[in-house]
């Protein structure tokens, strides 16, 4: 039987496994779907796909750094405790600087990159049969500086900040790093901020300050207030910077004779609906078995 687009997109929705590995499995059983599935739960693949299905929302933030190259993934587990395992470490530590040497960011491209003699998606099959848990590559972001300085910095496992400088040192574009993994804002100048954004805010001002009952050139001077704060709460440079609250942002960089490029900041699990599990509720049901 020839081996279709149709039956490796088949074999995949049942086992969770990647293209490449389906279609191999049924190249070898000549298209035979249910010998397929057999034989990668033999082998221990099919295993592994079955945890794919499990929420992965841990995890750590990776990087790799040439000094004027640098990337960052957020790679998922299912526990903080196998977030810390030493293979866990490994395993991202290799992804990374595989996929900063190769400059790519798509996670399927990434899975096809060759790391430990096999390819990345070969290796994280690998970890799953042998840690127990889901484990996934969710995104990664490259940054590129021939100007300056990439920064990074980690808090804990799972913020992970690249702060990219014209002019300035490591030690600079650190701290500025380690401010945006503490404050978490928006955009680095207030003119970044989204046209839509802004329009909704202002809606939401305009609606408290009508309630106030004042004149309406006072209402707008409200509203143009609020607004200005907003901005300014949202945007990286004009922030208080947490280590010295009595200048901002703009002022520490500038002071150092360097200028901001721009940030990325990715914390682990963000956007990821997690299972909620009542452990109490579980205990009583297995007690009624």
């Known amino acids: 039987m020839a081996v279709t687009a149709a039956l490796v997109k088949e074999l995949r929705e049942r086992t969770g496994l990647g293209m490449m590995e389906c279609k191999k499995a049924l190249v070898e059983t000549n298209g035979d779907i249910e010998v397929a599935i057999e034989n990668l739960r033999k082998s221990g693949q099919a295993k592994a796909a079955k945890k794919a299905g499990r929420v992965a929302a841990e995890g750590k933030v990776a990087f ?22 030493d293979n866990f470490e490994a395993f991202s530590a290799k992804v990374a600087a595989a996929a900063l040497e190769a400059g790519v960011t798509d996670v399927a491209q990434i899975a096809e990159l060759e790391i430990d003699g096999g390819t990345v998606e070969s290796v994280r ?18 940054v590129e500086n021939v100007e300056g300085v990439i920064g990074e910095y980690a808090h804990g496992l799972k913020i992970g900040v690249l702060v990219a400088l014209k002019g ?23 003119d970044d901020i989204p046209a839509e954004i802004i329009e909704k805010e202002k809606d939401i001002f305009v609606a408290q300050a009508q309630e106030s009952g004042k004149p309406a050139e006072i209402i707008e001077k409200m509203i143009q207030g609020r607004l200005g704060k907003f901005k300014k709460e949202v945007s990286l440079v004009d922030q208080p910077f947490v280590k010295n609250p009595d200048i901002t942002v703009a002022k520490l960089i500038k002071d150092a004779g360097a200028e901001l490029i721009g940030f990325t900041r990715f914390e682990v699990g963000e956007g ?18």
């Open 168 to 190: 300035g040192d490591e030690a600079l574009s650190k701290d500025v790093a380690m401010h945006v993994a503490a404050t978490n804002p928006m955009v680095a100048h207030s």
């Open 125 to 142: 099959q690998g970890l799953i049969q042998k840690i127990g848990e889901n484990i996934q590559i969710r995104r990664a972001e490259i």
């Open 64 to 85: 790799a750094n040439t000094g004027d190259k640098a990337i960052m993934l957020e790679i998922n587990c299912e526990t903080d405790f196998v977030a810390r395992d």
């Open 272 to 289: 990821i609906e997690k299972e909620e599990t009542d452990f109490a509720a579980e205990v009583a049901a297995a007690a009624k078995v």
